[in-house]
């Protein structure tokens, strides 16, 4: 059978030698809830030699907004986008979800707003990738020299399988960490049922979705439950953390920035406990 | 234009709590709608052109769409050239009041009924018992549906929520008040229960005069019918009887033979998994030697026209109920039918009930929302319908809807402030530190438990991340400028 078609698949590369500029989009939610996800980018991205910059005037991409029918309120944030990352390669963003709403709906929302100085700009936009993406397609790499000592088993989320096609490129990723023990997660490939706004507006069926998910990742036994997107880490996380299970999540990002010297990507100073804590899985 | 709904049914949230609590109903779901997905996912592995023929079918779809009026005058010609008569029904009421004269015509006083999406939606067999005359559905779910006083499901297996314990406990309990009982000693064997109602049904077929059928595709250029089925209940519906009514939507309409070929490739992989359904029906008007004497096609508009006009909207009415959508939902599987409130449920009832009624009521202002957009229904679409892209299109009509309120609702307010604030970076600092102080003051333990209003929705059942005494960009700045 040939394979489903992939709605909106890596954009044309950009060249991986020489001046490559590359902006971080770091989301809004990452930004506020999980920092050490953008610290592990940081890292990594240095580690393989390249240098990423950080645009201070990025704020959100509009996702929220666009997908709960909010079409007017998400416009001044897809123009915010268009003009934060104006004049780089290429933008990198560790949220399968977050890539896929620029990619897929940018240039729609700017359509309909009638602006069309804003369809130029969002026409213009740099390649905006998914970290899994930008590693595997843009510099070529599957071993980034990680190492992770844990058990782990990996979920798809639905916009970086579905939306993104990232297809098996953060399995890639992961099965080139040394030391891990990468479990295979059944069910993968359903929804964990956060879907944003969903997980308030329909709270019990988007927990009842949740809880045969964590179902899946207990029968695994493993450790680390991981994944290209936090804000459905953040909802299967908090499930896990409710029913103290010990499991923890991690985004792919900060399992791929770990080495043997541990953890803890660029803080000077360890950061606060969360229910995450990532801090606390010291390597031996 | 309020038909197709269930009365008195919640908005889906609520009524999806309902049912998340009945555990004998979710593992009904899981276990059937499970097994009709690996079974598809193998039909339709084997088939190499896959991709190409789901374009076939959109495209095919989309064509005839475009030119609507041409092939269903086409069709209504060539029906009327063999024999049979064409009737159009604006909305549901007139698509019943033609229904019911019909039967009337005829002197009958019971039908005998092939599945039908439609005749579900215009609410006919209401209709028809009203008029006195009983309607005696054939389909073995639809039968199970009807004798327990129940509603349909999904679109392909109507008692899907049911199981064989169940069934048996319907039979015994109903059969024979309508007909042929079921045997005493029934147990809960399929063939066993399947053959009860054979029985049942046997007496019917045998002593109707007039069946009513819905229709999968109307071939324009030859106007004939066609309906797909896996039991011979349909043939024995469309063949026995003296007068047959087919009623359809006017979007059942495709131009060709050849067109015809694409679905019916498409349709039973997608459906039930199989390669070829067991009964394929093609009809032409009537013949003087053999089956119906009078054959009457009753096309059905009920919001059609309304929904092509919208231009992201009117993918919908490629849909050919096939069903797959609602087999691979992860919503679907876990509240089942009766909660989307419409005889059309799972991702293609959300899109389509709303298309067709509009958004004027509280459950089909739910229904776009009843989704978490995973895209799975998208996947598996046989005519390409990106449900996903009209939930949220529809969505956007809901918000739009509610803008002249005079007293906004809390979400608006709440994504008005979430937009200001997020719209400049500045502000989105300021929040980020007052947020962070705030919940590091309800925070127990690393831990978030409670949280008050409607994100308490979120820690009735999750605990919620505490922030980080530095956000990202507070941690961009302090090292790297």
Redesign the interface.
């Given at each position: 059978?040939?394979?489903?078609?992939v709605r909106n698949p890596s954009p044309a590369l950009p060249s991986p030698h020489g001046t490559m500029r590359i902006a971080l989009f770091?989301t809004?939610l990452?930004?506020?809830?999980?920092?050490?996800?953008?610290?592990a980018v940081v890292t990594l991205l240095e580690r393989l030699g390249h240098r990423v910059d950080?645009p201070?005037?990025?704020?959100?991409c509009g996702q929220?907004?666009?997908?709960?029918?909010?079409?007017r309120?998400c416009v001044?944030?897809v123009r915010?986008f268009a003009e934060a990352f104006a004049g780089y390669d290429a933008v990198l963003t560790p949220s399968g979800s977050c890539a896929a709403m620029v990619r897929e709906h940018h240039g729609r929302v700017a359509e309909v707003s009638g602006d069309e100085r804003l369809s130029a700009a969002v026409r213009d936009a740099p390649p905006v990738y998914e970290l899994s993406e930008f590693l595997v397609d843009v510099l070529g790499v599957t071993d980034v020299g990680a190492y992770f000592p844990h058990r782990v088993t990996y979920h798809p989320t639905?916009?970086s399988?579905?939306?993104l096609g990232v297809g098996d490129r953060p399995l890639a990723l992961l099965r080139a960490v040394r030391g891990i023990d990468l479990v295979e997660l059944g069910g993968a490939?359903?929804?964990c049922?956060?879907?944003?706004?969903?997980?308030?507006?329909?709270?019990?069926?988007?927990?009842?979705?949740?809880t045969?998910k964590v179902r899946h990742v207990l029968d695994t036994g493993a450790e680390v439950l991981c994944a290209g997107d936090n804000s459905c880490l953040?909802?299967i996380?908090?499930?896990l953390?409710?029913l103290r299970t010990g499991v923890r999540v991690m985004h792919l990002a900060e399992i791929l920035a770990s080495t043997e010297k541990g953890p803890v990507h660029?803080?000077?100073e360890p950061?606060?406990?969360?229910?995450?804590?990532t801090e606390r899985t010291k390597t031996p | 234009m309020n038909d197709a709904t269930f009365l008195g049914m919640p908005a889906?949230?609520a009524a999806?709590?309902g049912a998340?609590r009945d555990s004998q109903l979710?593992g009904n779901l899981a276990r059937a709608t499970g097994t009709i997905r690996s079974r598809r996912a193998a039909a339709?592995?084997?088939?190499?052109?896959?991709?190409?023929l789901r374009e076939a079918g959109r495209a095919v779809k989309e064509r005839t769409l475009r030119h609507l009026d041409r092939y269903l005058l086409q069709l209504e010609e060539k029906v009327t050239a063999a024999g049979g008569t064409v009737h159009w029904a604006r909305d549901a009421e007139e698509a019943r009041r033609i229904v019911v004269g019909l039967v009337q015509d005829t002197g009958e006083r019971e039908v005998v009924k092939v599945k039908s999406m439609v005749t579900q939606e215009i609410g006919l067999n209401d209709a028809l018992a009203d008029a006195g005359i009983d309607a005696y559905e054939t389909d073995l779910a639809e039968l199970i549906v009807q004798l327990g006083q129940d509603h349909p499901s999904h679109i392909l297996v109507p008692a899907i929520h049911r199981n064989r314990a169940e069934i048996r406990e319907i039979f015994l309990r109903s059969m024979g008040a309508y007909g042929t009982a079921a045997p005493a000693d029934l147990n809960d064997d399929p063939r066993r229960l399947a053959e009860a109602a054979r029985r049942h049904l046997r007496e019917k077929f045998l002593r109707a005069k007039v069946a009513v059928s819905g229709v999968n595709f109307l071939v324009a250029e030859t106007g004939t019918a066609v309906v797909v089925e896996s039991e011979g209940n349909g043939r024995m519906c469309l063949t026995l009887p003296e007068t047959l009514i087919s009623v359809a939507g006017i979007e059942k309409v495709i131009p060709t033979w050849q067109d015809l070929e694409v679905f019916l490739q498409l349709l039973p992989r997608s459906s039930t998994g199989e390669r070829m359904n067991p009964y394929t029906s093609t009809w032409t008007g009537t013949r003087a030697d053999d089956g119906p004497r009078a054959f009457h096609l009753v096309l059905v508009d009920a919001g059609r026209t309304e929904a092509l006009s919208d231009p992201v909207g009117r993918q919908v009415l490629n849909c050919i109920r096939c069903s797959a959508c609602l087999n691979v939902c992860?919503?679907y599987e876990?509240?089942g039918g009766h909660a989307y409130g419409s005889v059309y449920p799972g991702p293609i009832g959300a899109v389509l009930s709303p298309q067709l009624r509009g958004t004027a009521s509280e459950v089909d202002r739910a229904l776009?929302?009843?989704?978490?957009?995973?895209?799975?229904c998208?996947?598996v679409c046989p005519v390409k319908i990106d449900i996903p892209e009209v939930l949220?299109h529809?969505?956007?009509?809901?918000?739009?809807d509610g803008r002249g309120r005079l007293v906004p609702k809390p979400?608006?307010l709440a994504?008005?402030a979430?937009?200001w604030v997020?719209?400049?970076?500045a502000r989105?600092t300021a929040a980020?530190r007052a947020?962070a102080v705030a919940a590091r003051l309800v925070a127990r333990r690393?831990?978030v438990?409670r949280l008050p209003g409607?994100?308490s929705?979120?820690t009735?059942?999750?605990?919620?991340?505490?922030?980080?005494?530095?956000?990202?960009?507070a941690?961009?700045?302090r090292?790297?400028r």
């Amino acid at each position: 059978m040939s394979p489903a078609p992939v709605r909106n698949p890596s954009p044309a590369l950009p060249s991986p030698h020489g001046t490559m500029r590359i902006a971080l989009f770091i989301t809004c939610l990452n930004d506020t809830l999980f920092p050490a996800t953008g610290r592990a980018v940081v890292t990594l991205l240095e580690r393989l030699g390249h240098r990423v910059d950080f645009p201070p005037e990025q704020t959100c991409c509009g996702q929220m907004h666009f997908n709960t029918g909010y079409r007017r309120d998400c416009v001044p944030l897809v123009r915010r986008f268009a003009e934060a990352f104006a004049g780089y390669d290429a933008v990198l963003t560790p949220s399968g979800s977050c890539a896929a709403m620029v990619r897929e709906h940018h240039g729609r929302v700017a359509e309909v707003s009638g602006d069309e100085r804003l369809s130029a700009a969002v026409r213009d936009a740099p390649p905006v990738y998914e970290l899994s993406e930008f590693l595997v397609d843009v510099l070529g790499v599957t071993d980034v020299g990680a190492y992770f000592p844990h058990r782990v088993t990996y979920h798809p989320t639905c916009h970086s399988l579905r939306m993104l096609g990232v297809g098996d490129r953060p399995l890639a990723l992961l099965r080139a960490v040394r030391g891990i023990d990468l479990v295979e997660l059944g069910g993968a490939d359903q929804c964990c049922g956060f879907g944003g706004t969903f997980a308030l507006k329909n709270a019990d069926t988007s927990v009842a979705m949740c809880t045969d998910k964590v179902r899946h990742v207990l029968d695994t036994g493993a450790e680390v439950l991981c994944a290209g997107d936090n804000s459905c880490l953040m909802h299967i996380g908090g499930a896990l953390s409710r029913l103290r299970t010990g499991v923890r999540v991690m985004h792919l990002a900060e399992i791929l920035a770990s080495t043997e010297k541990g953890p803890v990507h660029g803080a000077e100073e360890p950061s606060p406990a969360s229910w995450r804590d990532t801090e606390r899985t010291k390597t031996p | 234009m309020n038909d197709a709904t269930f009365l008195g049914m919640p908005a889906f949230p609520a009524a999806a709590a309902g049912a998340l609590r009945d555990s004998q109903l979710r593992g009904n779901l899981a276990r059937a709608t499970g097994t009709i997905r690996s079974r598809r996912a193998a039909a339709v592995s084997e088939q190499d052109d896959w991709e190409h023929l789901r374009e076939a079918g959109r495209a095919v779809k989309e064509r005839t769409l475009r030119h609507l009026d041409r092939y269903l005058l086409q069709l209504e010609e060539k029906v009327t050239a063999a024999g049979g008569t064409v009737h159009w029904a604006r909305d549901a009421e007139e698509a019943r009041r033609i229904v019911v004269g019909l039967v009337q015509d005829t002197g009958e006083r019971e039908v005998v009924k092939v599945k039908s999406m439609v005749t579900q939606e215009i609410g006919l067999n209401d209709a028809l018992a009203d008029a006195g005359i009983d309607a005696y559905e054939t389909d073995l779910a639809e039968l199970i549906v009807q004798l327990g006083q129940d509603h349909p499901s999904h679109i392909l297996v109507p008692a899907i929520h049911r199981n064989r314990a169940e069934i048996r406990e319907i039979f015994l309990r109903s059969m024979g008040a309508y007909g042929t009982a079921a045997p005493a000693d029934l147990n809960d064997d399929p063939r066993r229960l399947a053959e009860a109602a054979r029985r049942h049904l046997r007496e019917k077929f045998l002593r109707a005069k007039v069946a009513v059928s819905g229709v999968n595709f109307l071939v324009a250029e030859t106007g004939t019918a066609v309906v797909v089925e896996s039991e011979g209940n349909g043939r024995m519906c469309l063949t026995l009887p003296e007068t047959l009514i087919s009623v359809a939507g006017i979007e059942k309409v495709i131009p060709t033979w050849q067109d015809l070929e694409v679905f019916l490739q498409l349709l039973p992989r997608s459906s039930t998994g199989e390669r070829m359904n067991p009964y394929t029906s093609t009809w032409t008007g009537t013949r003087a030697d053999d089956g119906p004497r009078a054959f009457h096609l009753v096309l059905v508009d009920a919001g059609r026209t309304e929904a092509l006009s919208d231009p992201v909207g009117r993918q919908v009415l490629n849909c050919i109920r096939c069903s797959a959508c609602l087999n691979v939902c992860p919503v679907y599987e876990r509240v089942g039918g009766h909660a989307y409130g419409s005889v059309y449920p799972g991702p293609i009832g959300a899109v389509l009930s709303p298309q067709l009624r509009g958004t004027a009521s509280e459950v089909d202002r739910a229904l776009p929302y009843a989704s978490s957009l995973c895209g799975a229904c998208y996947e598996v679409c046989p005519v390409k319908i990106d449900i996903p892209e009209v939930l949220v299109h529809l969505r956007a009509r809901v918000v739009e809807d509610g803008r002249g309120r005079l007293v906004p609702k809390p979400e608006r307010l709440a994504m008005a402030a979430a937009r200001w604030v997020i719209s400049r970076p500045a502000r989105l600092t300021a929040a980020q530190r007052a947020g962070a102080v705030a919940a590091r003051l309800v925070a127990r333990r690393g831990r978030v438990g409670r949280l008050p209003g409607p994100l308490s929705r979120w820690t009735d059942t999750r605990d919620a991340p505490v922030p980080p005494a530095e956000t990202f960009s507070a941690w961009w700045k302090r090292t790297r400028r």
